[in-house]
Structures are given as C-alpha cells and as structure tokens.
C-alpha cells in the first residue's frame, strides 16, 4: 500500500484492528523488518509499518533526510489514516526519528505540510506509548560524525561492499554464524535501499539533536529497549542516563538486533508494556 507525500509515494504495511502503533525501521532496513513482530502485535492492534524515504520501495526525498523531516512524514502518515493518537516503536534510528517526532509543534509542522490529524496538539500529545528499541536518545559524537562522513564517501566508490559490511556490523561476532541466513537477508532488503537515500540518511543521523530532555517528558509512557552488548548505541551512556531519568528500562540479551537475536524475548517484553 502507499500514501504520497511530497509527490513521492510512501510504501507501508498495515494489519490487524484495535489501538493504532505505528512501526519504524532503522537505518537500511525497512518494514519487512517488523514482520514477525507485526504479525503478533496485530492480533490486538492495527499496526502499520512504513518504508521510510530511502529505504525499501520509497524512494529518497531532496539531498537530506533529517530526523525531523521523517517525524513529519510519519504525523503526515497518521493525518492520512486518521488517527488522533498512536504508539510508537522505532528500532535504532526508528527511535531517533520517533522522538524528532514528539518535539514536533503543530506550528512548524503546518509551515511546511498541512496536517490535519495534529489538531492543535503538539506531537508529544499525540503518542500514547513509545517503546525505543536498540536506540539512543543522544546525538552523535563528533568520532561517530567522523565515521558518518567516511561512509559516505564509501558509498558513492563501493556500495555493494558498504551495505554488507555496514549489516554486519549490526550482529555480534559470535552469532555471524547461528544468524547467517538472517544476515543475509538483511544485506539483501539493504541492497534495496538506493545509494542516495542511504547518504541522504547518514546526513540526517550525522546532524541530530540530542533529545533526551524530549524523552524525560515522555517517561511515563516510554520504554527503552537495549542490547546488553550492543556496539552500535552508546550503551553505558544511554543506560546510565535512562536510570538516572527514571526511564522505564528493559535490557535484553545480545546486542542491536534485539529483533532477530531474541524475537520470543523482545515480543513477551514489548506486549507486557503496550497492555500496561
């Protein structure tokens, strides 16, 4: 299915009926990501997956896909489909684009898209639960920028190379093996990502704001999902931080791909929240 926005036709999913959440991906993935999880979730829910620009079957939008460019996607997305409120769940940069969307004021919004769903509220009052997965509500640091910028430029000389590389480097060493079959799948759903939407998205991850005063307003209805031994998130940080704001904190086995590493786990652990 698609809705068009910006004249470019924006690809999802939808299942189920109940509460409305809507799913986001993380950088070169896409809905089919959420696949096994939708399915569950939908029993009880209507769940909607987006192909964020970029990625999937949507193609790039202009030179820049900024996290808050994408938030207003996503409000645009729920004034399509009517919806006055909805959770959220983002998987790494799903979650940065998550919270890009909870500091979102209906003002700025309706300067650059009409969006009728906002009705006055800002977007932090649209959102009845946010569950961030394998995510971070820091920005980048300038190491991290650093390494943004290098990949770049290794995606314009080597793309192929990159995508497989990058996908791997998602999963921990020792489950390069257990998870081989996952991984490649990953790289292929990852080939589907065009090379400008993969710079276009590794400048907006590059020039993020650091939210965590956005999260602190929203922890009563927040959950932060993190990988023990993820690599990819700052994870003593976050976690630190997380405690000390008294965020509702949940640490899974593994590492980055909570998803497919421990799909049973992160299920119990996402429903147990949503039912609160």
Same mark, same amino acid.
Request: charged fraction near 40%.
């Given at each position: 299915m698609t809705f068009t926005y910006k004249q470019t036709k924006i690809h999802y999913t939808s299942s189920g009926e109940g509460e409305p959440i809507i799913l986001l991906h993380g950088f070169l993935e896409n809905a089919t990501m959420w696949r096994t999880l939708q399915k569950e979730l939908s029993k009880t829910l209507s769940v909607y997956a987006l192909d964020l620009p970029g990625h999937g079957e949507t193609e790039a939008i202009g030179y820049i896909h900024s996290m808050e460019d994408y938030a207003a996607l996503v409000l645009a997305f729920a004034d399509f489909k009517k919806l006055e409120t909805f959770s959220l769940i983002g998987h790494s940069m799903g979650g940065?684009? +998550?919270? +890009? /969307? +909870?500091?979102?004021n209906p003002r700025a919004c309706l300067g650059r898209v009409r969006l009728r769903a906002l009705d006055g509220q800002a977007g932090s009052e649209k959102i009845d639960k946010l569950i961030l997965l394998n995510s971070s509500f820091l920005a980048d640091s300038e190491t991290k920028q650093k390494e943004r910028n290098r990949a770049i430029t290794m995606i314009q000389k080597y793309p192929d190379a990159f995508i497989s590389m990058a996908v791997k480097h998602l999963f921990l060493p020792k489950d390069q093996k257990r998870l081989s079959a996952e991984i490649n799948t990953a790289v292929l759903e990852a080939k589907k990502c065009s090379q400008q939407g993969i710079i276009n998205t590794l400048k907006g991850m590059r020039d993020r %704001?650091?939210?965590?005063?956005? /999260? %602190?307003k929203l #922890? &009563? %209805?927040?959950? /932060?999902?993190?990988? #023990?031994? &993820?690599k990819v998130?700052?994870?003593e940080k976050t976690k630190y931080l997380a405690v000390e704001m008294g965020i509702d904190l949940e640490i899974l086995p593994g590492g980055h791909m909570s998803y497919i590493e421990h799909p049973d786990l992160l299920l119990r652990t996402v429903q147990e929240f949503l039912s609160r």
């Open positions: 940065y684009v +998550a919270l +890009a /969307l +909870a500091e979102l %704001k650091e939210r965590t005063e956005v /999260l %602190k #922890k &009563d %209805k927040s959950l /932060l999902i993190l990988g #023990k031994e &993820d998130v700052n994870f």
